[in-house]
T-cell receptor, first 109, second 117 residues
Framework: AQRVTQPEKLLSVFKGAPVELKCNYSYSGSPELFWYVQYSRQRLQLLLR??SRESIKGFTADLNKGETSFHLKKPFAQEEDSAMYYCALSGGGNEKLTFGTGTRLTIIP | GAVVSQHPSWVICKSGTSVKIECRSLDFQATTMFWYRQFPKQSLMLMATSNEGSKATYEQGVEKDKFLINHASLTLSTLTVTSAHPEDSSFYIC?????????????FGEGSRLTVL
């Protein structure tokens, strides 16, 4: 069974400080990992995915297969980063997406 | 990016009635759509996978007779909550992939908030 764990429900960080949102997964095959973000009163949207290896809004995430982790990082937090962040896993193709419980990130001015 | 639209955005109904929620892919065709349920301050829980032209695949613990899913066309899936009760009150979200894009990105609707009195 596939499973995604986000250990932190809430995370508060001062503006300008580094941010790390943790995500660990369990999957028997080769997963595709994603980070989705939900800003206040907006729909869920993709932030980034591991296969693209890109940086979006200053965020990066590296898939560590040895530690089965896909932590989300940003070196300098900005106020507009305050949102709900979900780590998600898929088996690829048109497979279903399994979400973690989410982490609410609050950036303190 | 691709757009997924849900209707209605919110609905209030009396206990015992049925409510239908529509999910449309506006600028792409989706052979598969996914229905999620989200309780306040909790994560999205996958309810079922809606397959165009065939029966939906329900997750364990989700009553298929309670949550009827119909995927009659490549751009429309509907979720009907039958004989709704207050415990069915929740935020229902649909999603779909635009398979023209190889990214695997899932696009989400804006969600439908159901309140059962």
């Amino acid at each position: 069974a596939q499973r995604v764990t986000q250990p932190e429900k809430l995370l508060s960080v001062f503006k300008g400080a580094p941010v790390e949102l943790k995500c660990n997964y369990s999957y028997s095959g080769s997963p595709e990992l994603f980070w989705y973000v939900q800003y206040s009163r907006q729909r869920l949207q993709l932030l980034l995915r591991h296969i693209s290896r890109e940086s979006i809004k200053g965020f990066t995430a590296d898939l560590n297969k040895g530690e089965t982790s896909f932590h989300l990082k940003k070196p300098f937090a900005q106020e507009e980063d305050s949102a709900m962040y979900y780590c998600a896993l898929s088996g690829g193709g048109n497979e279903k997406l399994t979400f973690g419980t989410g982490t609410r990130l609050t950036i303190i001015p | 990016g691709a757009v997924v639209s849900q209707h209605p955005s919110w609905v209030i109904c009396k206990s015992g009635t049925s409510v239908k929620i529509e999910c449309r892919s506006l600028d792409f065709q989706a052979t598969t759509m996914f229905w999620y349920r989200q309780f306040p301050k909790q994560s999205l829980m996958l309810m079922a996978t809606s397959n165009e032209g065939s029966k939906a695949t329900y997750e364990q613990g989700v009553e298929k007779d309670k949550f009827l899913i119909n995927h009659a066309s490549l751009t429309l899936s509907t979720l009907t909550v039958t004989s709704a009760h207050p415990e069915d009150s929740s935020f229902y979200i649909c999603s779909a992939r635009d398979l023209r894009q190889g990214s695997g990105e899932l696009f989400f609707g804006e969600g439908s908030r159901l309140t059962v009195l």
